[in-house]
């Protein structure tokens, strides 16, 4: 299937992102370093698109997400519509613990390495699921858009975007230091 243009962001570098604890569907403050990612990404965003208001605009209404799209709208005319399709993956019980402490605790869960950590849990969104709100979003996308998200369902739409498997969706990185932009089934990451 073929989609609109987007220009797709992950939040910048959160607290917990540093400490490797599990965010999910919780939330951390931006470090400095995060802060600066989101002003870096209004500026690529100002660089390469000069008709924003061609573009339909989303985030994530989590807090890290809208904050750093508080401050790409400091380079960039971004005042996005918040939908809840672009959270990050529930993490259930698993929220808000470290990755470390989460193998420690479970010695016998088997983890696939195949999905992102967080489908793991017990008690949270499994990555069928995942990838199905992604499909939902893509599917009602009605023209070019601009986003900041997170890092799995990122994946997964980047993954859905381009054609890629499951098993290589998980192979890329969800890079915080510029945006993707996904155009005619190919990604293009600009710094």
């Known amino acids: 299937m ?4 987007i ?12 400490a490797c604890r599990m965010q999910g569907q919780l939330d951390s403050p931006l470090t400095e370093k995060g802060q600066a990612q989101a002003i870096k990404m209004g500026q690529i965003l100002a660089r390469e698109v000069p008709d924003p208001q061609n573009y339909q605009m989303f985030t994530s209404p989590l807090g890290r997400t809208v904050q750093t ?14 939908d809840d399709l672009l959270m990050e993956v529930y ?3 698993w929220g808000g ?8 605790e479970f010695p016998d869960l088997v983890i696939n390495d195949r999905i992102p950590m967080m489908c793991n849990s017990s008690d949270g969104e ?3 699921d995942l990838k199905a709100r992604g499909q939902k979003w893509l599917d009602g996308l ?27 969706m998980f ?5 915080q230091n510029g945006v993707y932009l996904l155009n005619q089934g190919q990604e293009r990451f600009i710094t």
């Open 2 to 5: 073929s989609y609109p243009k």
């Open 7 to 18: 220009y797709l962001m992950r939040h910048g570098e959160t607290q917990w992102n540093v």
């Open 69 to 82: 799209s508080e401050l790409v709208a400091q380079n960039f005319a971004f005042a996005p519509q918040k």
């Open 91 to 93: 993490a259930g019980s």
């Open 97 to 104: 613990k470290l990755r470390s402490d989460i193998k420690i």
């Open 126 to 128: 499994k990555f069928e």
């Open 142 to 168: 009605t023209g070019q858009a601009i986003v900041v998200s997170h890092g799995q369902i990122g994946l997964v739409i980047r993954g859905l975007y381009t054609g890629i498997s499951d098993d290589e």
């Open 171 to 175: 192979e890329k990185t969800g890079n």
